[in-house]
């Protein structure tokens, strides 16, 4: 009986692990809300990330591991000589 309790806690451990990753995961898209330092982002696939850092609403940002990183842009084509 103790063994049979033993694999299910452990298996429910793994299972709340891999979610916490899940919810962790990357995504760039436009930040909607800001509350003080807490930080909503629509990600390009259509879902909300809630995040913490500094950014104004319509700010492009890049969230990696809850925290904001502000999204680099694109470089200036050069044309003509």
């Known amino acids: ?5 033993l694999a299910l806690v452990s298996a ?3 299972s709340v692990s891999l979610a916490g990753v899940a919810l962790a995961a990357d995504c760039t898209g436009s930040v909607t809300k800001v ?3 807490n930080v ?7 879902t909300e990330t809630k995040a913490t ?3 104004k609403v319509g700010d492009k940002v890049t969230v990696k591991d809850g925290k904001i990183e502000a999204s680099k842009p694109k470089p ?4 003509g000589c």
């Open 1 to 5: 009986m103790r063994k049979k309790i």
């Open 40 to 46: 909503t982002v629509k990600c390009s696939n259509g």
């Open 12 to 14: 429910l451990a793994f």
């Open 53 to 55: 850092g500094s950014a």
């Open 76 to 79: 200036r084509k050069i044309e």
């Open 35 to 37: 509350e003080g330092t």
